[in-house]
Nanobody, 115 residues
Framework: VQLVESGGGLVQPGGSLRLSCAASGFTFSSYSMSWYRQAPGKEREVVAAITSGGGNTHYANSVKGRFTISRDNAKNTVYLQMNSLKPEDTAVYYC?????????WGQGTQVTVSS
């Protein structure tokens, strides 16, 4: 199983980034998917989630209206479009799929919002 994130980087406040997570090794279309983030000195927190078919999404209050999660099951990829970025969005962003006995996690991609 692999989850490989990409698309992170340095962006100015108010800017945008699009993160991608390419999945392999499991039946992607059967799994709900999530994006988490972890800022320095803070616990990892869920940012957004999407059901297996893409019909339902959930967002943390802190990103609602600014971030959009989507997926392309034909490409085994989940995306996170991030607009109106703020310095407090600075964190390592992780792709996640719930599984048993252990969840699947990507290696993370750094997002830094700074002028």
């Amino acid at each position: 199983v692999q989850l490989v994130e990409s698309g992170g980087g340095l962006v100015q406040p108010g800017g945008s980034l699009r993160l991608s997570c390419a999945a392999s090794g499991f039946t992607f279309s059967s799994y709900s998917m999530s994006w988490y983030r972890q800022a320095p000195g803070k616990e990892r927190e869920v940012v957004a989630a999407i059901t297996s078919g893409g019909g339902n999404t959930h967002y943390a209050n802190s990103v609602k209206g600014r971030f959009t999660i989507s997926r392309d099951n034909a490409k085994n990829t989940v995306y996170l479009q991030m607009n109106s970025l703020k310095p407090e969005d600075t964190a390592v962003y992780y792709c996640h799929a719930p599984s048993y006995p252990g969840d699947y996690w990507g290696q993370g991609t750094q997002v830094t919002v700074s002028s």
